[in-house]
């Protein structure tokens, strides 16, 4: 007689968030263990079902601002650092009703930035959205599958909020993951879980300190599989096929710009420009040219800079993934990051992956000419995830003025090792090592819950 298999459903969100799960190995794990079933809208080799029609009004949305702003106010209120919400300042928002709306939503937040008051939003927010009819379809997918125990890859989304919701109500046990390391103090977690994985003990001890309801005893620490393979060249590109693919003339030394989303990112096109004129001085006075490889934010391509490039194509070249690109998207971000001898950019997460893959980062952190009105870069770093690499006394190197590029090439050229030491004892508390150990990790928790 055969023992029954124990049934879990997973849940994702959008593509790169099933990609991380499937090649890292994990899901073909599930699926030799388990009873495995796809909760996605994409395309997927595994037993699936589709998501439901996400049908959730402005009143929701709204809601969910609002609970966000007043968790952030709160924060501030509670913790050391006071400049949580410095990551909901609406500063970019266009067109009179939008601006009315948000406005509306920091005044309000005033009277909910409480334990009570937050409770109070969100038992209105969850009433909404049972309601809705991604609601109702979820809780009928759920009752039907009846699986033992439903697994979220995402703590902040409308989809994994509602699928969450259902659960609660079919009363089915979930596990989730937090999706990034700098998630938990951005007040926008959504999904109440049974048990939580996180990338790290950092991670675990300022989940159970910013929500006290979660006790230690139901967080793991797992790593991320975001990261499963920077341990190997499975995602490499050949030299000769990426430089000759993407058109990248020879040098001594690359760089890598790695442009980041616009609402952080708005005075990049003069930080490309200041660096594009410090290289071309260097290497009109040194033997060892450097070239810029310049990486477009991958959702928001690269118009911003396109005259800047097109005005400077010896010094500065632009790899990006595209439909006509003969390889995907992670392996034209892995090789760009391998190929390349350094990372600069504002405040990215691209500064964890070249620490992992053994690159000195920098970040920019000087104020530009002309600067944008609506954007700070002093503001950039007073971001309170930020703090982690201020304990590694600044683990990554900030260029405070135009000028101090001449040191980091000097850098690059001849003393990468001594920054890189500090990046790697900062990445080592921020994720769990070894890094490919996330799919073992991940089961031996399913062991322990299930």
């Known amino acids: 007689m055969s023992i029954r298999k124990k049934k879990l459903l997973i ?50 949305e709204y809601l ?66 049972e309601k809705t009819n991604f609601f109702k379809k979820s809780t009928d997918v759920l009752k039907e599958e009846n699986p033992d125990l439903l697994l979220i890859t995402h703590q902040s989304t409308s989809v994994t909020l509602g699928v ?29 879980a049974d048990y939580y994985v996180v990338w790290s003990d950092y991670m675990k001890n300022e989940l159970v300190d910013y929500y006290p309801n979660v006790k230690k005893e139901i967080v793991f620490t797992t790593g991320t599989p975001q990261f499963h393979d920077y341990n190997s060249n499975q995602k490499l590109i050949n030299r000769e096929a ?11 030394f690359y760089i890598c710009f790695s442009a980041n989303f616009e609402a952080i990112g708005q005075d990049e096109p003069q930080y490309l420009e200041d660096l594009i004129l410090e290289v071309t001085e260097y290497n009109t006075s040194s033997k060892e040219n450097i070239h810029i490889i310049f990486r477009p934010h991958p959702t928001e391509g690269s118009n911003r800079f396109d005259n800047l490039l097109s005005e400077n194509s010896d010094n ?42 053994n690159k000195p980062a920098f970040y920019l952190d000087y104020t530009v000419k002309n600067s944008s009105p609506l954007f700070s870069i002093d503001e950039i770093y007073k971001l309170v995830h930020f703090k982690s690499l201020k304990e590694f006394d600044n683990a990554i190197y900030h260029i405070k003025s135009k000028s101090e590029f001449a040191e980091i090439f000097k850098i ?20 769990k090592h070894p890094t490919e150990g996330f799919a073992v990790n991940y089961m031996n928790v399913l062991s322990k819950v299930i």
Do not use: C
Request: without cysteine.
């Open 64 to 129: 969910k601002y609002l609970k966000e702003k007043a968790s952030l106010k709160y924060f501030d209120s509670i913790k050391k650092q006071n400049t949580h919400t410095f990551y909901r300042r609406f500063k970019r928002v266009k067109g009179f009703k939008n601006i009315l709306k948000f406005k509306s939503i920091i005044f309000f937040s005033n009277f909910f930035k409480s334990t009570k008051g937050i409770l109070f939003l969100e038992k209105r927010l969850n009433s909404l959205v």
């Open 242 to 252: 990426f430089f000759s693919g993407f058109k990248i003339p020879k040098a001594i």
């Open 412 to 431: 690059v050229a001849e003393d990468k090792n001594v920054v890189i030491v500090k990046q790697k004892k900062w990445a080592k508390t921020i994720v």
């Open 11 to 60: 849940v994702f969100v959008n593509k790169s968030n099933y990609d991380n799960y499937e090649n890292s190995g994990t899901l073909k794990l599930l699926e030799e263990q388990y009873d495995l079933k796809i909760w996605y809208d994409g395309e997927t080799n595994y037993a699936s079902i589709q998501l439901p029609y996400l049908d959730f009004n402005g009143k929701i």
């Open 164 to 192: 969450s919701l259902a659960a609660k109500k079919a009363n089915l046990p979930i596990l989730t993951s937090i999706h990034s390391w700098d998630n938990i103090v951005k007040g926008n977690k959504l999904v109440d």
């Open 316 to 357: 500065v070249t632009k790899v990006i993934h595209t439909k006509n690109t003969e390889f995907n998207a992670s392996q034209v971000l892995f090789s760009t990051i391998y190929y390349t001898d350094a990372m600069i950019n504002v405040g990215s997460t691209m500064g964890l992956d070249a620490t992992l893959l």
